[in-house]
Structure formats: C-alpha cells, structure tokens
C-alpha cells in the first residue's frame, strides 16, 4: 500500500528515490516535454501523464486513481520563488503552488512531502505558501517549512532546499522533525563521486556511449552509482575556445573564473547548487557549470548526474544543455530516499487500508 502520486516529476528525483525507499509511484505528472522526455526509459513501469496539473479535476483524479495514494509528493516549478532570478510576482507559475496543496487536499493521502527553493520562504513569498498550507484545514499535522541540504544526506552537492511535510492525523503516526531527517550519511566529496569518471574512454564507433577505465580506487558512493553493464552516455567532454582554455587553466581548486564566473571544484569539497538555466520559454539561458577539478573544462552531464545523486545507468536528454536542465531541476535521488524512508516508519498498514478504504467509498459515491 506505499503506494504514490508524484506531481512536477520532471526527469525523475523524487521518484527514484521513491522506489530506493520502497514505495510505488501509481503516477507521475509533467507538463514539460523535454524535462520528462527520458522519464518512460527510467521508469517503464510507472504510468506517467503529460498534463497540466491544473487540469487534474476532483473526477479525473478519482478516474486515475481509483485505488488513491498513500502519499502526494512534488516540487512545484520554483523559478517564481527563486533568489537568483527575477522572482516576479506575476509569474503564472506561482499559483502551481496552490495546485500542488489543492491535489492534496482532493486525493487525500495520508501524508504529502512538497520541495521548493529557499527563495520560498522570503518575506516576500511566504505568505502564500501559508494560504496554500492553511487551505488544508486542521486535520492536518505539519512538519516545516524547513531548509535542509542535500549534502547532510549524503549527496556530494551543497544544494540548500525548503522541504514541506503533512501528515493526516487519522491515518499514520505522526513523526517529528526529528524522526524525519535523521540520518547516518556520511559526507561525500567531489572526487569520491566523479574522481573514477576521469579515465573512462568512449567506446569506439558511438557517438555518446562510453565505458569505463581500470581503475582500482573507485570509492564506495561511485561504486554503487555505476552501471553494472559498464557503459554509460551523457559523459560529452565541452570542446572550449582555446582562449578559454588558457583563462581556465588559471583557475585553482575552489577559484573563481573571473570573466565567465565558472568555479572550480575542489576534489576535497562540495559541489556548489547545479542550476538548471531556462528553457526557450525563458530565454534559453544555460546554467554555468563548474570547472573540473584538475581538467580545463566545464563538468559533463554524467559528472553532474553523479554529483545530483543519479546513477550512471539513468538515461537523460541526448543533448547536453537539456540534460543539465534535467539534473537542476531534479530532487536529488539521495535525500528523497532518505526522508521517505524515515516517513515509511510511521505509516501502519492498518491505518493505511482504512485510508485506501475511505477513498474507494468516495470513488464510489461519484458513481
């Protein structure tokens, strides 16, 4: 009965780590094209519904569902609440705040778990996820808005996120804070996640498969993150102007590119926040990734599929530019499972067939 409705699912964070945690996604929703086109690869069990999730109505819903969800999970598009852009206040996509509680409210879970920017909690922005919260009722025990960082789940990214917990009163035990985001992660730097990556070689005669080096140091994190066919794609090295070159050369570990703001990580370190940039909607603007390490160039999108949490065998966009919006637009797979985890310890599955039955009956009634 773990069974989920994962709304916003872009490429597939959360529900990956969903799955890790032991739960079924009944279904997965996206309005955006590209940012869920390798979504059926990944997941070919899952049923996945391309749609606006304002049109998912009381009745549609129900005719989806019929068996409902022990759980609502989702992060609403955040660029209208993000810190580093415009954040306007008539951006449309503010109100799929409100849509997200609104679903919650109709399929009636017995827990939902929302993710968005910090930027949601600004003075500016939080009175209307606090409209969007109190429209819920009081049947409701929630945890947050708090902030948590990917990298104190074992994520080898700095990647700060508000985090929005609802439990159902009458259909689980109710856990605290605490209980949810315990963990014994341990903290994972840059060159455990894509020190091995560095001598891996395209295989002969393909355009983006490769495969990987011989290499005996290969760290517990990136050893559970290969592929066990030893081929993996998304790994196309970006060909720089040779001027750029010579002025990344100058950069040291955890440096600054002063004209083109690229930092370099440091093996030692964290991954800064991988940002998604736009989409031709917005302008087309690609997010700047970081520089390698040691090597001359910006990180590929299987270095930063690695430093998000995925594994080498998930599948993104063929191109580079929507593979990195795939990946900073995603939930890392790290932290979904282990707040989901921590969640699973407090649904009993009494309390959890007394909800599935309640939401049979009102299926019903519509009949």
């Not at 705040?97 to 922005?125: D, S, W």
């Amino acid at each position: 009965m773990l069974t989920l409705l994962d709304l916003f699912s872009g490429c597939g964070g959360l529900t990956l780590g969903s799955k890790k945690a032991g739960f079924t996604t009944e279904l997965a929703v996206d309005i955006d094209p590209i940012l869920s086109s390798s979504f059926g690869q990944n997941f070919p069990a899952v049923p996945f519904l391309e749609a606006d999730v304002t049109s998912l109505t009381s009745g549609r819903l129900k005719a989806l569902l019929p068996n409902g969800v022990a759980g609502v999970i989702g992060g609403p598009p955040c660029q209208g609440f993000s810190g580093m852009g415009r954040g306007l206040a008539d951006d449309p996509r503010r109100n799929l705040l409100g849509e997200f509680f609104r679903i919650v409210a109709t399929v009636k879970p017995a827990f939902f778990m929302m993710e968005n920017v910090p930027g949601l909690i600004f003075p500016n922005n939080k009175p209307l996820l606090e409209a969007a919260i109190a429209s819920l009722g009081n049947k409701w025990h929630i945890v947050g808005p708090v902030v948590l960082d990917a990298s104190d789940f074992g994520a080898p990214t700095k990647r700060r996120r508000v985090f929005v917990f609802g439990f159902d009163k009458q259909k689980m035990r109710l856990p605290s804070l605490e209980d949810l985001v315990r963990t014994d992660a341990s903290r994972v730097n840059v060159q455990e996640a894509i020190g091995d990556l560095a001598i891996s070689h395209s295989v002969k005669g393909t355009v983006d498969l490769w495969s990987y080096g011989v290499n005996s140091g290969v760290s517990p994190y990136a050893q559970k993150l290969r592929a066990s066919s030893g081929i993996f794609t998304s790994h196309q090295l970006t060909a720089h102007k040779v001027d750029t070159v010579r002025r990344f050369e100058s950069v040291p570990q955890g440096g600054v590119d002063p004209v083109g703001k690229y930092k370099r990580l440091s093996w030692e370190g964290l991954c800064p926040t991988l940002r998604a940039g736009t989409g031709s909607d917005r302008g087309s603007y690609q997010a700047v990734r970081p520089l390698h390490p040691v090597e001359n160039r910006v990180i590929t999108p299987r270095e930063c599929a690695r430093l998000q949490g995925f594994p080498d065998d998930f599948v993104f966009h063929p191109t580079v530019w929507h593979s990195c919006r795939m990946i900073g637009n995603s939930v890392s797979p790290i932290i979904a499972e282990v707040l989901l985890r921590n969640i699973k310890i407090f649904i009993e599955p009494s309390v959890m067939q007394s909800a599935v039955d309640d939401q049979l009956e009102s299926v019903l009634q519509v009949y």
